[in-house]
């Protein structure tokens, strides 16, 4: 079992930064993947970002230049670093990670923008 507990969210003017924390129960090297995905009222649940056990990571189109996913291993929590929001970015944000084939939620972070 993993247990993903994120932090970090909160309201931000249209320009403004944040940055989530995700907090894995288990060390972050016996994961293959996590990433953040958010889900705004009425829309499908988007992937945002993705950073894999070797480090690489993938953006979607309309974060790429402004978010950014990493990880600090020795404390097992993965952040979202979001610069330049927009309105748009106005999401509950998710942590997950994939372990042996089996996916993992975090409870979600609301995240407002304000134009």
């Known amino acids: 079992q993993v247990q993903l507990v994120e932090s970090g969210g909160g309201l931000v003017q249209a320009g403004g930064s944040l940055r989530l924390s995700c907090a894995a129960s288990?060390?972050?090297?016996?994961?293959?993947?996590m990433a953040w995905y958010r889900q705004a009222p009425g829309k499908q649940r988007e992937l945002v970002a993705t950073?894999?056990?070797?480090?690489?990571?993938n953006y979607a189109d309309s974060v790429k230049g402004r978010f950014t996913i990493s990880r600090d291993n020795a404390k097992n929590t993965v952040y979202l670093q979001m610069n330049s929001q927009k309105p748009e970015d106005t999401a509950v944000y998710l942590c997950?990670?994939?372990?042996?084939?089996?996916?993992?939620w975090g409870q979600g972070t609301q995240v407002t923008v304000s134009s």
């Open positions: 288990v060390s972050i090297f016996s994961i293959n993947a």
């Open positions: 997950n990670a994939v372990r042996t084939w089996r996916d993992y």
């Open positions: 950073i894999f056990s070797g480090g690489s990571t």
